[in-house]
């Protein structure tokens, strides 16, 4: 009987087989295969193909399908660790892995292990939540800080990190981090709010468990307002446009080390209106070297330059020689959008009620891209004082963006006039 393949060899570079119904020839219980992979099959013929019968039936005693089941768990609890957060799925984790002690003493110290590092990745996941909840209850508007310290004795990011490289390093250690507690059932928790198999059916009872999935969007947010606060709250010209030039630097870096989504955050903090709007600022900016970055990521041909560069970092981390070479963080929105418009746009099942695997495959194949590069080590000696900077300073809401933005060069219009005075009047008091 033809087998399912490895899941790494069930790609190649055109691309997924579309050919769906094959001849009778191909098919084997109900299940249908091309080139010795599987490609349909209606869900009993999957579970039938699975379960023992007459001609497949393993050995009852323990001591010989315990390696099996250690593998599975093993494999279950590294790769899905957040299901075990569950009492019950702990509970059971642990009568079952109990069971198979209780043979050999080899297995005894292969569970043991299994568990103790479960047990430090939910501690550390947890951990983690508790410091982004720390952090979350502590922000504050920057305006609000303006309003209590002159502007006179304000630190800016500059202050902070001279060097935009380093800035660029640090930012890259945010991300890594970021990236590394989101476990890849958030992104079936983030779109299936049904049934995967039933497109009618409900089977999400519990709110979907995807705090460290939004807790990195959020991240993305608030860099991309850091930078535009860090750009309009200067009072000087020259000392805006030097941000916007410190902030290019940074950006480029990011481009260069692979971090695609600081990046995109840069850019997107500096498209902001407040920003964009300061012509006087931007006047003394040389901004050739922006234009090439907004080049890279500009959203025509669906992101078609920036796609070309990710492929070229990810063949750079296949082939890499340093720490640094593996480093491929893409731009987290685009890579979310891809994945919703995959599932939404390919049925679950074809119209002979077959389980659509090849849907299910390239789901698989783009998750199991991003587990990799997830799981690099930032190479980047960490600094505290910046880290602490970026994770934690204030920055401006977006009223206080177009406030800070008026102040610094007035309204050219009526509109613009009318929203100043009115923002001045609801964030400062003033008339």
Request: with cysteine.
């Amino acid at each position: 009987m033809p087998q399912t393949p490895p899941f790494s060899a069930m790609f190649d570079s055109s691309g997924y087989n579309r050919n769906l119904y094959q001849s009778a020839e191909d098919s084997c219980g109900g299940l249908y295969y091309h080139d010795n992979n599987l490609l349909s099959g209606s869900l009993e013929a999957l579970i039938q193909h699975l379960v023992p019968n007459v001609d497949y039936y393993p050995d009852n005693q323990i001591r010989k399908i315990a390696p099996k089941i250690l593998q599975l768990l093993t494999e279950w609890t590294e790769t899905f660790p957040y299901d075990f957060r569950d009492e019950r799925m702990m509970r059971n984790l642990k009568d079952l892995a109990h069971r198979i002690a209780s043979g050999e003493e080899t297995y005894r110290k292969n569970v043991q292990q299994m568990i103790q590092c479960l047990i430090r990745k939910l501690a550390a996941l947890s951990q983690y939540e508790e410091v982004l909840a720390k952090i979350s209850s502590t922000s504050t508007d920057r305006l609000t800080v303006l309003k209590t310290k002159p502007q006179s004795i304000q630190r800016d990011i500059i202050t902070v990190c001279s060097d935009p490289y380093t800035l660029a390093q640090q930012l890259t250690h945010i991300e890594l981090e970021r990236l590394n507690y989101i476990g890849p059932e958030e992104f079936v928790q983030a779109f299936v709010q049904k049934d995967p198999l039933d497109n009618d059916k409900s089977c999400y009872s519990e709110r979907k468990k995807t705090r460290n999935l939004e807790a990195y969007v959020e991240w993305f947010n608030r860099l991309s307002y850091l930078v535009a606060t860090e750009i309009c709250m200067p009072v000087k010209k020259k000392h805006r446009a030097r941000m916007i030039e410190y902030f290019i630097d940074v950006a480029r870096e990011c481009f260069n080390i692979g971090n695609f989504n600081s990046l995109m955050a840069i850019i997107s903090g500096m498209n902001m209106s407040p920003v964009s709007r300061l012509k006087k600022t931007w006047a003394k900016v040389k901004t050739a070297k922006f234009d090439v970055l907004e080049h890279q990521m500009d959203p025509s041909s669906n992101f078609y330059n920036y796609r070309t560069a990710l492929r070229g970092a990810a063949q750079r981390s296949l082939t890499a020689h340093s720490s640094r070479e593996k480093i491929v963080i893409p731009f987290f929105s685009l890579l979310i959008k891809d994945i919703y418009f995959l599932n939404e746009g390919c049925a679950n099942r074809l119209p002979n009620g077959h389980v659509n695997f090849e849907k299910f495959w390239e789901l698989a194949k783009q998750v199991s891209e991003f587990m990799t590069w997830k799981q690099v080590e930032c190479p980047f000696e960490r600094d505290r004082k910046i880290l602490q900077y970026l994770l934690t300073i204030p920055v401006f809401s977006e009223d206080a963006l177009y406030l800070a933005s008026y102040e610094s060069e007035g309204p050219e219009n009526h509109i613009e006039k009318d929203r100043w005075k009115s923002l001045r009047s609801s964030l400062l008091g003033r008339v």
